[in-house]
């Protein structure tokens, strides 16, 4: 079971899709899934079993990364950021250009250190003044190669096995929830209710998949599964957050206060079936579940995260037994919900 999702998450996150460009994720899930989904207008795709009251997890299928905006004379490529970065972890880093003749390699390059003085050299660097060097001598010779304003830009990725159970690649914001819906709708069946789950897009471009898709399902219930910052990390707060402790149950985000009886739902169902699971919070960013539960007549909504170290990098660390445990917790969900049930937690 661990191996098989290691090995889909391996080739999710291989993948490469921003935000607005998310179509070689998106080919892959269909492939894989086999069923017709539906898509909205904007390329997120939705797969439905079951009949009775509507129940949508979603996990967004973007990751965050760069497009080109300019080509200096000199051949060096500017970027506008999609998504957020921190700098000091993509200078000297490599980067893919996905142009239309196919994929070029670039690094991320900033003025020359050596003309910088000590004051500056003290402060965060500002991603602006970054640059990728593809090695072109002239913006002439990056256009025949196929670079264009808009092309997608996306860290290099290396998917490396780590100890205990724990991987580093690149994407896993949000590829592993990726790796835990596809892998949940491929191993469920008997149902009580309409599973509707949806494969979001430009989630890091104003959540824009999670409207949608809620407005075409208009569930009862949402729930959202993303990448969290793990907290477990000298200098964190260990307690939260941490690697191998299962997924986190959000007490709220900076959008959503968590449905009470659904969130309370679904820590009785984690203890009932010995699931580990973590209680958390998250202050600077908004879940897609903040989104769903105002679609047309609101649903109970609730966000769910698997902890990531080294969250929005190249290399960030993921213990495979936490995706697991997720898929364990939705699976367990599901099985116990039908009428009476979502009529409890929506009218108690």
């Given amino acids: ?42 390329g997120s795709l939705i ?17 965050i990364g760069f497009m080109v905006t300019q080509i200096t004379k000199d051949g060096f490529l500017k970027f506008q ?3 957020n970065f921190f700098p000091q972890q993509i200078l000297s ?14 690094v991320m390059s900033y003025k020359p250190l050596h003309t910088l003085s ?10 602006k003044d970054m640059f990728l060097d593809a090695g072109f001598k002239t913006d002439q010779e990056a256009i025949l190669a196929g670079v264009r304003i808009g092309d997608m830009v996306t860290p290099q990725n290396q998917f490396n096995h780590l100890q205990n159970n724990k991987v580093a690649a690149k994407g896993l914001d949000n590829r592993l929830g990726v790796a835990a819906v596809m892998d949940l709708f491929n ?8 599973l509707n789950v949806a494969f979001t897009v430009q989630k890091e471009f104003g959540l824009k998949g999670a409207r949608t898709t809620a407005y075409i399902v208009e569930p009862d219930i949402a729930i959202s599964i993303d990448a969290a910052d793990a907290s477990d990390l000298i200098g964190g707060e260990k307690p939260l957050n941490q690697l191998g402790k299962g997924p986190l149950i959000y007490i709220y985000d900076n959008g959503l206060i968590a449905h009470p009886n659904l969130r309370n739902f679904v820590i009785e169902v984690a203890k ?23 679609s047309k007549s609101g649903a109970a ?3 769910i995260g698997i902890p990531v170290r080294n969250k929005s990098s190249h290399q960030g660390i993921v213990d495979i037994e936490d995706i697991h445990q997720t898929v364990l917790l939705l699976k367990a969900i599901l099985k116990e919900l039908n009428v009476a049930v979502i009529s409890n937690i929506l009218n108690d």
């Fill in 93 to 106: 880093q490599v980067f893919v250009v996905t142009t239309q003749k196919g994929k070029i390699q670039a």
């Fill in 118 to 127: 000590a004051e500056a050299k003290s402060k965060s660097l500002d991603i």
């Fill in 81 to 83: 950021t999609v998504g």
């Fill in 1 to 42: 079971m661990l191996n098989d999702i290691k090995a889909l998450l391996k080739s999710l996150t291989n993948l490469d899709g921003i935000a607005s460009n998310e179509k070689e994720v998106s080919d892959f899930i269909t492939s894989k899934l086999g069923a017709t989904p539906k898509k909205d207008g904007l």
């Fill in 47 to 63: 797969y439905k079993k079951g009949n009775g009251p509507k129940v949508l997890i979603s996990a967004h299928i973007d990751e």
């Fill in 272 to 294: 009932k079936n010995h699931i580990n699971y973590q209680e958390s919070y998250m202050i600077h960013d908004q879940s897609e579940a903040a989104i769903q539960q105002l």
């Fill in 301 to 303: 909504s609730l966000s």
């Fill in 187 to 194: 191993q469920i069946d008997e149902l009580n209710i309409e």
